[in-house]
């Protein structure tokens, strides 16, 4: 396993982070008789992953409270992430927040709290100022930030700090490539990506669009005609597939999984600090983490760049995968 610096903080993280929205939130995922939330969590930590990354929103906090079982007797050894919903981003509702998560978890402090999405609830100082006195009470030890592009970020950094900022960011969604990720190392935060491998779509789980379970195609990606989508777009679901359907041929040329091809091109992105994976069974992750000591090299890198500009092109700037530029909520 590698380990880079968390933006300014003294945390050393692996490189493969574990998601754990997958392990507390079955209706989005859909259930799995085989998953076990307890094996595949001995198995990130087994190989090296010491970063753990939930929220209060995954599955109604269930997703906190399956992790802090897991973790138990191996919390000195890891450092959890959390988030707070924007609803409660007002200083009375922040702390509750806090404390509600820390109870799920059964922690008595997280390492990374991160602000969830943008805001306009209440002032961002006032908020950042609640955090600092959350952190001064060893409740939390660092605060980050989640979907916040330029600027959202340059508000935010007027009035407070930050050590990372959590992006949506994959071959098949480059668009934090434009603006995101470059303020993000103006800041000198380190970058926490999301959905890496978009949520299934670059597994070969799928051949066609319509197996793609309805949640899961509610992206710009798919046409405004999909159920569950509010984009109003006509979607990119051509480009989509054709994208997929070559970098599929090129793994199969160069002898690497679609997995392991797609997250080892993504720890090897400028500004990347960790790649959030999410697995229920440790099977899953610990082929995942292959990826981790994958070096695919510059020229395949160069190749997978240019059979993903397309859809990149495409896709635009916009980093809200789900709403329209009118609408976006990452700015």
Request: aromatic share 10%; hydrophobic share 40%; net charge negative.
């Amino acid at each position: 396993m590698i380990y880079r610096k968390l933006g300014t903080s003294d945390f050393n993280v692996s490189v493969i982070a574990f998601g754990a929205w997958q392990i507390g939130d079955p209706e989005f995922w859909g259930l799995d008789k085989d998953a076990n939330p307890n094996d595949a969590v001995s198995a990130a930590i087994d190989g090296g992953v010491n970063l753990f990354d939930t929220a209060e929103l995954y599955g109604g906090g269930e997703s906190e409270k399956v992790l802090g079982e897991a973790l138990k007797g191996k919390r000195d050894d890891v450092y959890i992430a959390s988030k707070v919903a924007t609803q409660h981003c007002t200083p009375d509702e922040v702390r509750n927040a806090c404390e509600a998560s820390l109870q799920r978890l059964g922690a008595t402090w997280i390492d990374l709290y991160q602000i969830h999405w943008p805001f306009d609830s209440a002032l961002f100082e006032d908020v950042y100022a609640e955090l600092e006195k959350l952190k001064s009470e060893g409740k939390i030890r660092e605060i980050g930030v989640s979907n916040f592009g330029p600027r959202n970020l340059n508000a935010w950094m007027k009035t407070g700090t930050a050590v990372s900022n959590q992006v949506g960011y994959n071959l098949l969604f480059r668009a934090p490539e434009y603006d995101m990720i470059p303020a993000s190392r103006y800041y000198n935060l380190g970058v926490l990506t999301y959905m890496p491998l978009m949520q299934g779509l670059l597994t070969g789980r799928y051949e066609s669009i319509d197996e793609i379970p309805m949640p899961r195609r509610r992206s710009r990606h798919f046409s405004c005609s999909r159920e569950g989508t509010r984009h109003g777009e006509p979607g990119h679901e051509e480009v989509l597939m054709d994208t997929i359907e070559d970098l599929f041929d090129f793994s199969d040329a160069i002898g690497v999984s679609m997995p392991a091809l797609c997250l080892s091109w993504l720890i090897a992105q400028p500004g990347v600090t960790s790649v959030i994976v999410g697995a229920r069974k440790a099977d899953q992750l610990i082929e995942n983490l292959e990826a981790a000591d994958l070096n695919i090299g510059p020229a395949a890198i160069a190749q997978i760049n240019e059979i993903s500009f397309p859809l990149k092109v495409t896709m635009g700037g916009n980093c809200d995968m789900w709403e329209p530029d009118e609408n976006s909520r990452i700015q």
